[in-house]
């Protein structure tokens, strides 16, 4: 117990602290920012081409946060600071706010805001004392997932060079592997999740927010923008390029210019098909593993399902390699013959990304009205047949979104694919990471690109059911 006070009392783990603090709470609060005020312009004000903007913003889903430090660092080394580096995940995790919000905005009756509107209260006392309220779990939803990711993002802050907890762990790992070190590190992360969760579980109440109507089927009324236009335009148009731009420009530049970038397309196909493959299977896994979790968290409210939904969060604020030596642990010890199988590194994928899915289906479930099912059983049907024709089409969305969103992490999931995947199993994500620190940033693009163009599906699809949510 002194020891492990002793080191934790270092100078060194005190500045690790401060910079994963500031970095976690200013990245949480100008990724949820950008993503209410993105979302915001889009459903509620006369911008033009909503389509096209709506697009953009959801299109940097499709970058990891390491194929977007690799381009701002391989373009500038100003961005290897604070500033830089809030600004990188800033630029890479918005959208997880930006598709809730704009999926819970076109939910929302517009004849509530309208109300307000003819009650006297002007343009932002209607947003903050009306639209703001009612959308709050889609934006506490989407923060507490940029706050977890913030905590265990290791790629894009290596490369920034700038030094938290979870860099901190892995250099543990990989120069001396002193693994007591890296645990207590690990726990203090922990502790960091566990604060998260209650701050998000505070916040969001226990208020219920279904309705048996639809409200208003119609579009809401255009706020016009008039002599702002030009400004929000611009706006809207500097974020599309900061986040998109700068990254997918650095990776043509290197893949036409750079010494380095002779393309293997059998590598390239190969690393391609496993990546897909796996995104694939873990999506579905993650999803069919949130649904349970959430009914019970949403149905069956108390202590104990809040803890069982809760706990699903804890293992995302660690590093992955955490997570993967932990079932190497195990599974040598206890299972030898699960080690580096594709089982086992689904299950990883499982802990790490289940808390993606458990806050997509939930957001769509807690407006699923219980009433609905009350009804179907009191005329006789069974609950496997009230799930099936009540409840399924009705968070089909939610079950869709999260499929997506999971599929997405695990195509560029990084530090726990490169140690679980069986032998000679090879990703977009552990291809490109391989080139690019060892400064080949020219062999590096051709996978970061396909990486890119193989989330665009994904990217699309939630892009796509967020628009039809009215």
Not at 64 to 74: H, I, T
Not at 218 to 226: A, C, D, F, N
Not at 332 to 352: E, F, H, M, N, S
Request: proline fraction near 6%.
């Amino acid at each position: 117990m002194g020891e492990a006070t002793d080191f934790l009392w270092r100078p060194r783990i005190g500045e690790l602290l401060w910079n994963t603090v500031r970095l976690l709470v200013l990245g949480v609060l100008v990724s949820t920012a950008v993503g209410v005020a993105g979302a915001w312009v889009v459903e509620r004000t006369d911008v033009p081409a909503r389509g096209w903007w709506h697009g953009l913003l959801c299109a940097p889903l499709a970058v990891p946060a390491f194929v977007n430090g690799y381009g701002w660092v391989s373009t500038t080394h100003a961005v290897q600071s604070f500033p830089g580096a809030v600004m990188v995940v800033s630029l890479s995790y918005f959208p997880l706010v930006y598709l809730p919000t704009v999926a819970a905005l076109r939910r929302l009756d517009p004849a509530v805001e309208e109300v307000a509107t003819a009650l006297g209260k002007g343009l932002w006392q209607v947003f903050w004392r009306v639209t703001l309220p009612a959308i709050s779990p889609a934006v506490l939803g989407g923060a507490l997932l940029v706050g977890l990711h913030l905590l265990a993002e290791y790629g894009a802050l290596q490369l920034l060079n700038y030094p938290t907890l979870t860099t901190a762990i892995l250099q543990q790992y990989a120069t001396v592997f002193n693994g007591p070190e890296a645990t207590l590190l690990a726990l203090v992360l922990v502790t960091f999740c566990l604060l998260l969760l209650g701050i998000e579980l505070l916040l969001r109440g226990r208020r219920r927010r279904a309705r048996v109507g639809s409200g208003a089927r119609r579009e809401p009324t255009r706020i016009r923008l008039g002599r702002r236009r030009p400004v929000v335009i611009g706006g809207l148009a500097l974020l599309a390029v900061w986040a998109l731009g700068v990254p997918i420009g650095a990776l043509v530049r290197w893949l036409v210019r750079g010494t380095s970038s002779g393309i293997d397309w059998g590598e390239l196909t190969g690393a391609a098909s496993s990546t897909f493959v796996l995104a694939l299977l873990g999506g579905l896994l993650a999803t069919a593993a949130a649904v349970p979790v959430v009914w019970l968290a949403v149905r069956h409210r108390g202590l104990v399902t809040t803890a069982i939904e809760r706990s699903v969060y804890t293992a995302s604020a660690m590093p992955g390699i955490v997570i993967a030596l932990a079932l190497v642990t195990v599974s040598i010890r206890a299972v030898p013959a699960v080690y580096q199988t594709l089982g086992l590194l689904l299950v990883g994928y499982l802990i790490l990304f289940l808390p993606r899915a458990v806050v997509s289906v939930r957001s769509t479930f807690e407006l699923v009205p219980p009433n609905l099912e009350e009804v179907a059983r009191s005329l006789g049907c069974s609950g496997p047949a009230v799930a099936r024709r009540v409840t399924l089409p009705l968070v089909l969305p939610g079950l869709s979104a999260a499929a997506a969103l999971v599929a997405l992490a695990v195509a560029t999931e990084l530090t726990a694919t490169l140690l679980l995947a069986p032998i000679g199993t090879e990703t977009l994500a552990t291809r490109f990471w391989s080139d690019a620190s060892s400064v080949a940033y020219g062999a590096a693009a051709p996978y970061a690109l396909a990486l890119i163009a193989l989330s665009v599906p994904s990217t699309w699809l939630l892009a796509r059911l967020s628009m039809r949510s009215r």
